[in-house]
């Protein structure tokens, strides 16, 4: 996976993805990152890259000579690696919102290319013409792309094969399966009077499972509803299983 962050503060995004996982996944070569500074293709002679909207309104807006020249060179690169293109994702407040699901589905492209708006925006004309994919990271507005684009990719990488170094740890975690992730413990078995839960200790695989399943399943019906719908929606069988096992339990309780 190919990295491409087109942006006015190139350093942000390296110094930002630089270290520990992502960092190491680029040492090895899984993915790579290449921060392109817009301002390196505007024409303008004092190197300007914003303007006053048309129409009047309060702050500058990116222009779209420079955003569309250094978007092009960016394609030419990619292209002439052997790659047809590039979806270019636009991270803005007025996208979809990024989920786990979506991460997943960029992890799988080749190349990808981020542009980072700052400013009050950017011209709409060349937005038209490059982005392929509005994204938000949430309802909130930031003061620029930058950290949203690096939310997008930490996310993406970890989704990239051979990143996690536990091949499944990204398929188990909390989302990929509209649940939360259940509690987790380490040494000492006792802290602050708190003692692990006994199940945890007793070496039974299958109880362990289930018992982290439960603690998944009262984790989201408690913190979020909303994917807890989601979840008994498409689980239903879960219940079922769940009646009939308390059912035969009742009736042990009663011999
Ligand atoms: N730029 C500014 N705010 C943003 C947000 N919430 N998501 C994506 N890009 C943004």
């Known amino acids: 996976m ?8 190139p350093e942000m995004i390296m110094q930002g993805l630089g270290t520990s996982i992502i960092g190491r996944a680029m040492d090895k ?30 702050g500058m807006l990116m222009q779209a000579q420079p955003v569309f020249d250094a978007w092009k060179a960016v394609l030419c690169k990619i292209q002439s690696e052997g790659s047809a293109g590039a979806k270019v994702i636009y991270v803005t407040p007025k996208g979809r919102t990024f989920h786990q699901a979506m991460a997943k589905e960029f992890a799988k492209e080749e190349n990808l290319i981020f542009l980072c708006g700052h400013y009050e925006g950017i011209d709409e004309r060349v937005l038209e013409e490059i982005v392929t994919d509005y994204i938000s990271i949430g309802d909130y507005v930031l003061t620029g792309g930058e950290l949203p684009a690096m939310v997008m990719i930490d996310a993406i990488s970890r989704m990239v094969p051979g990143v996690l170094s536990n091949k499944d740890s990204g398929e188990t975690e909390s989302f990929s399966n509209y649940l939360l992730e259940y509690p987790q413990y380490s040494r000492p078995e006792i802290w602050h009077n708190k003692r692990v839960p006994e199940v945890l200790l007793s070496g039974d695989h299958k109880k362990v499972d289930e018992w982290r399943l439960e603690q998944s399943i009262e984790k989201t019906r408690e913190k979020r509803p909303d994917l807890y719908e989601k979840w008994a929606e498409e689980n239903q069988e879960y219940f079922i299983k769940k009646a009939k096992k308390e059912a035969r339990q009742r009736k042990k309780m009663k011999k």
């Open 2 to 9: 190919n990295f491409h962050v087109l942006t006015l503060f």
């Open 29 to 58: 070569g899984i993915i790579s990152l290449e921060a392109v500074n817009i301002r390196d293709y505007t024409i303008n002679k004092h190197k300007k890259v914003d303007d006053y909207p048309y129409g009047g309104g309060a």
